[in-house]
Each structure stands twice: as structure tokens, then as C-alpha cells.
């Protein structure tokens, strides 16, 4: 069975980090493409940044870009978004999702590219 579980949410200041871990399990270990989503109410769900399995360079939105970094270990299974300057405006339900399957252009900022999604974590950013 597989499954995503995210960690590393709560409560930062403006300006502070967070550090979220997204630990894949069961078939969800086999990753092609790992990405970070996240959602506020009402809102549609956006894509923060994508990794892949390989030396790919990692993708960001530009709304996270010299912000958020996106590293993995692929022996742990495990896909980190390190998120420094934090702004309000970053306060969302932060996803990880996954692709198993092969694919030819990465779509990873798309929410029907993956295969599996985790629960979710909150973000929230505020004095």
C-alpha cells in the first residue's frame, strides 16, 4: 500500500523557516517525480516545487523561488522542502504528491500528474 505522510508543519513568525519532510512508503517509495503542493481555502490547489528521482534540476513556482529549496534522499525515501523567509501569504495546507509511473515531459506542477497524495500539513505564518 502506498502512502505519503508530510511533517514539519506549525506556527513561524514572519521571516522564520520551516522545514517539511515528505516520507514515501509501499509503492509510493518507487517515485519518479515528488511535488509540493499547497492549498488555502477556497483557493485552487498550487504547485511550490517539484523534484525528481534523478539529477534533474528541482522546479520552483515563482512565488517560491530563493525561498523554498526541495532536496531528496532517495535511501530514506524522503523529499525535504526547507522554507526560509516565510510571508503570510505562504499560510496553506502544504501536500506532497507522487508519480510512480514513466512520463515524458514533467508536468509536475500539475495535480493529475501524480499518482499519490499525502494528507497534508499545515503552514501557518503569522506574528
Known amino acids: 500500500q502506498a502512502q505519503l505522510v508530510e511533517s514539519g508543519g506549525g506556527l513561524v513568525q514572519p521571516g522564520g523557516s520551516l522545514r517539511l519532510s515528505c516520507a514515501a512508503s509501499g509503492s509510493a517509495r518507487d517515485f519518479t517525480v515528488i511535488g509540493w503542493f499547497r492549498q488555502v481555502p477556497g483557493k485552487e490547489r498550487e504547485g511550490v516545487a517539484g523534484i525528481t528521482r534523478h539529477d534533474s534540476p528541482p522546479y520552483y513556482a515563482d512565488s517560491v523561488k530563493g525561498r523554498f529549496t526541495i532536496v531528496r534522499d532517495n535511501t530514506k525515501r524522503t523529499v525535504c522542502l526547507q522554507m526560509n523567509a516565510l510571508e503570510p501569504e505562504d499560510t496553506a495546507i502544504y501536500y506532497c504528491?507522487?508519480?510512480?509511473?514513466?512520463?515524458?515531459?514533467?508536468?509536475?506542477?500539475?495535480?493529475?500528474?501524480?499518482?499519490?497524495w499525502g494528507q497534508g500539513t499545515q503552514v501557518t505564518v503569522s506574528s
Open positions: 504528491a507522487a508519480r510512480i509511473r514513466p512520463y515524458g515531459k514533467t508536468q509536475w506542477s500539475q495535480e493529475g500528474f501524480y499518482d499519490y
